[in-house]
């Protein structure tokens, strides 16, 4: 039985859809013949695949999944059809007398009658379509088990969660599996150890990040060049407080309908404060603390802000989903007539962020006016108008979210897409016509009078916490040298060549390169081996003949051997490689 539809699998008459469905039913036989005592709840497809949830005697082990695997093959070689049926909800009670959560499923429902699927001696509630028989599935592996609450809630039961991965061929599995397996060698929260990057410590709060030396220094990479470039196009650099007054928030609408996500408040002289969970009402303030006249706009306020939401425990997952982070915000404020000339500059200057950091393709959805909205039919049609134009103006496709925008706007989203060719949620740039309201926020028009300016909030980046997991993960930890927090690693080939190494890393420094010197006891080979591991993107190796000739030995983290070159040589080699990024 399907709690709801996944949206990656484009109807239920589909091929793969039933397929999919059809093993996680299955799973479900299988389970049920390791153990009868298991009570079943939902088994849906889901993109890639499908699951099923169980509440079982014990935890489930690899040697289980193996088990299980081969009972569903079993199964799948006695090609067994699927019977359709109904049945009333009295008679479906009989049915799953055993069975808690089809119980609970059978309340839910609001008909006469449920839908009943059979094969072989396995029985499911469903009304969801299926293939004709057990053999019409395609390829198929069970991966992983992981716990999820009944129904998504905490205040339920623990359940264990099967996931499987299902395609129509053999040869598309394997394709997936040799991705997946890729995948996890890039995950951000392994090689975040490995390179010594970040850390997280659950028993001091979860989902708040330690950033450790290196992961700081290519921060700090990544937000200088963030500022500079926001200084180049106009904007205006700002800093604001972390709490506000409750009064606040209750003006910003956030108490009313942003609460759950708010940290709790804290007490201060007798008044409510809030960790703040977003930038935009600070910035409206810097802007209404004077009168603004028309010949001001438009107003780029831009901020790399430190916001704080309550994410469930369940939900948190390394940098990708935490619960306080740095977004990198701009609110800019414009007259109607400049509206379209900013959407256009904020596309263009997205884009050169991105494809600075080296994402090439992108996926741009424009979301317009949902059925409950604030604001005036025509502003809504005048600003959906502007971004469609903006996005036509940049020369790239997009697709059309109809009533996809927030109550307060539309939007444009930008999804970059990695070297394994997985959209990541990244820019955004979104209308408001809620809170220019709200804060009461006029400028003075040549005609003397008060107007109410249109206000764009703007990410670029996103968050620089999962902006930094996308890079990681894109490169797989080995960062352009513009950006790797250690550009060349010194290697003495003996300990009198440490003064030498030490010289050179020191003329590097001055040149403004990121050096280390490995001086450690190890043979040579072990340095070189181990600054590959780290993914430093040069080893300049010296000894006796080298130091002669003024030069390093270099090696590249890929395994290609240079030969000697000279200091300054290889200084301009690196500084114009970091120019170009």
């Known amino acids: 039985m399907n709690e709801e539809l996944p949206d990656q699998i484009k109807g239920m008459d589909s091929l793969l859809y039933r397929q999919r469905h059809s093993a996680a039913h299955i799973m479900a036989e299988a389970v049920l013949e390791v153990f009868p005592e298991a009570k079943y709840a939902i088994g849906p497809p889901i993109e890639n695949g499908f699951y099923y949830d169980f509440e079982l005697p014990r935890p489930l082990t690899p040697e289980d999944l193996t088990e299980l695997d081969r009972r569903m093959r079993e199964s799948i070689k006695a090609d067994k059809p699927f019977i359709k049926s109904t049945a009333s909800k009295d008679e479906a009670r009989r049915i799953f007398a055993d069975q808690p959560y089809k119980q609970e499923l059978i309340d839910g429902i609001d008909a006469p009658e449920v839908g009943i699927c059979r094969h072989g001696d396995f029985t499911d509630l469903c009304g969801y379509p299926h293939v004709e028989s057990t ?3 395609g390829a198929f592996k069970l991966t992983s088990v992981a716990g999820a609450y009944w129904r998504g809630d905490e205040h339920n039961q623990m359940l264990q969660r099967i996931y499987g991965v299902m395609f ?20 951000h929260r392994k090689l975040g150890r490995e390179l010594d990057l970040f850390s997280f410590h659950e028993e001091y709060g979860p989902g708040l990040v330690y950033w450790h030396p290196k992961g ?14 926001h200084f180049d196009n106009g904007y205006e650099l700002v800093f604001t407080p972390h709490i506000g007054r409750a009064d606040l928030w209750q003006t910003s609408g956030h108490l009313d ?97 991105l494809r600075t950091f080296g994402f090439e393709e ?47 706007g539309p939007k444009i989203d930008v999804h970059i897409k990695d070297a394994l060719g997985r959209a990541w949620q990244c820019s955004t740039i979104q209308f408001d016509f809620n809170l220019p309201e709200r804060f009461d926020v006029g400028f003075i028009g040549e005609d003397g009078r008060e107007h109410r300016p249109y206000m764009v909030h703007r990410a670029l980046l996103g968050s620089i916490e999962r902006f930094f997991g996308t890079l990681i993960e894109h490169y797989g930890g080995a960062f352009p040298v513009w950006l790797a927090p250690v550009q060349a690693t010194l290697i003495p080939i003996a300990d009198r060549h440490n003064d030498y190494c030490r010289g050179v890393a020191e003329k ?68 114009a490689e970091v120019a170009a990024k």
């Not at 700081?216 to 470039?229: G, T």
Request: hydrophobic share 35%; proline share 3%.
């Open 508 to 575: 590097l420094r001055q040149a403004g390169l990121r050096v280390e010197v490995d001086e450690r006891s190890e043979r040579m080979q072990a340095k070189i081996r181990d600054a590959q591991l780290k993914k430093v993107p040069y080893m300049l190796i010296a000894g006796d003949r080298d130091i002669e000739a003024g030069a390093v030995s270099v090696r590249t983290r890929e395994g290609e051997d240079l030969g000697g070159v000279a200091v300054d040589a290889f200084i301009q080699r690196v500084t």
């Open 216 to 229: 700081a220094r290519v921060r700090s990479i990544i937000e200088d060049f963030w500022r500079k470039e």
């Open 362 to 408: 992108f996926e741009i959805n424009v979301s317009t006016k949902p059925e409950k909205a604030v604001g005036r039919d025509e502003d809504w049609r005048t600003a959906e108008a502007a971004l469609k134009r903006a996005v036509e103006a940049v020369g790239l496709k997009y697709g059309i979210d109809e009533g996809g925008g927030a109550f307060y």
């Open 135 to 137: 053999g019409k599935v």
């Open 257 to 353: 309908f942003y609460a759950e996500n708010m940290y709790s408040p804290m007490d201060i002289d007798g008044i409510d404060y809030y960790a703040k969970p977003m930038n935009c009402p600070f910035h409206i303030q810097i802007y209404k603390s004077q009168v603004r006249s028309y010949r001001e706009l438009p107003l780029r306020l831009a901020e790399l802000g430190t916001v704080y939401r309550y994410e469930r425990s369940g939900v948190l997952h390394g940098l990708l989903r935490v619960r306080g982070f740095t977004q990198d915000d701009a609110h800019i404020f414009c007259r109607p007539d400049q509206l379209e000339s900013e959407v256009v500059r904020t596309l263009e200057f997205v884009l050169f962020i």
């Open 168 to 187: 129509p061929t053999q040869q598309e599995l394997d394709e997936y599996l040799r991705r997946l397996e890729e995948a996890e060698k890039r995950d």
